[in-house]
């Protein structure tokens, strides 16, 4: 098995980790609520966008591939905020099964 070498340069960019937790209304229903709970540095690279129809529109959906150290307690369902942006986790795999790093394949919220 090869062991992936990653520049630490390359994780540039610092994003805030948040965890939604939702809080029920008066409808039964639930808003959105992100609380940060933590920060760390990622690299973040596009990896594909997918055009297609919703509620009669042209919607795209923008995937990212976002790439950083192993961190204990990060979920899918969970988000990388950077700036107004917000990437939320789809999956996470380790790249080369050593424990060093985690790649995520995120999608954007419009």
Known sequence: MSTLFLDAGLLRHRALI??????PDAMGGATERWREVGETSVRVEP????????????????????????????????????GARRLVIRTMHDPDETGRY?????????
């Not at 948040?18 to 809080?23: A, F, G, M, T, Y």
């Not at 297609?52 to 950083?68: C, M, Y």
């Not at 985690?102 to 419009?110: D, N």
């Open 18 to 23: 948040e965890r939604n937790e939702p809080v």
């Open 47 to 82: 990896a594909r966008v997918e055009v297609g129809p919703e509620a009669g529109q042209r919607i795209a959906n923008v995937t990212h591939r976002v790439t950083l150290r192993r961190r204990a307690g990060l979920e899918r369902g969970m988000a990388f905020r950077l």
């Open 102 to 110: 985690l790649v995520c394949r995120c999608e954007e919220e419009a």
